[in-house]
Nanobody
Framework: LQLQASGGGLVQPGGSLRLSCVVS????????IGWFRQGPGKEREGVAC????????LYTNTVKGRFTVSRNNAENTVYLQMDNLKPEDTAVYYC?????????????????WGQGTLVTVSS
């Protein structure tokens, strides 16, 4: 099982980035992919998630209207489109698997984690 996150980088405030998470070696039907982030000196927080089977989504309030999570099941890939980025979005972003039929942004419910990708929002 492997989760490979990519797409981070340096962007100016108001800019956009798209993160990708490729899942390999996981064959269950019902699971959710979540995006989490951990900023400097902060705890890890849930950002958005999408259910593999029906595409249900959940967002934390601070990113609603700016971030969009989506999936391409044929390519085993989940995306996080991040628009109108703010300096407070600066963090290492992680993707993870919740191996059951539910959506949640609680990190303790997620079992499998990928490595992070750094997003820096700065002028």
């Amino acid at each position: 099982l492997q989760l490979q996150a990519s797409g981070g980088g340096l962007v100016q405030p108001g800019g956009s980035l798209r993160l990708s998470c490729v899942v390999s070696g996981f064959t269950e039907r019902y699971y959710t992919i979540g995006w989490f982030r951990q900023g400097p000196g902060k705890e890890r927080e849930g950002v958005a998630c999408v259910a593999h089977d029906d595409g249900s989504t959940l967002y934390t309030n601070t990113v609603k209207g700016r971030f969009t999570v989506s999936r391409n099941n044929a390519e085993n890939t989940v995306y996080l489109q991040m628009d109108n980025l703010k300096p407070e979005d600066t963090a290492v972003y992680y993707c993870a698997i919740l191996p059951t039929l539910m959506v949640s942004l609680r990190p303790d419910r997620y079992t499998y984690w990928g490595q992070g990708t750094l997003v820096t929002v700065s002028s």
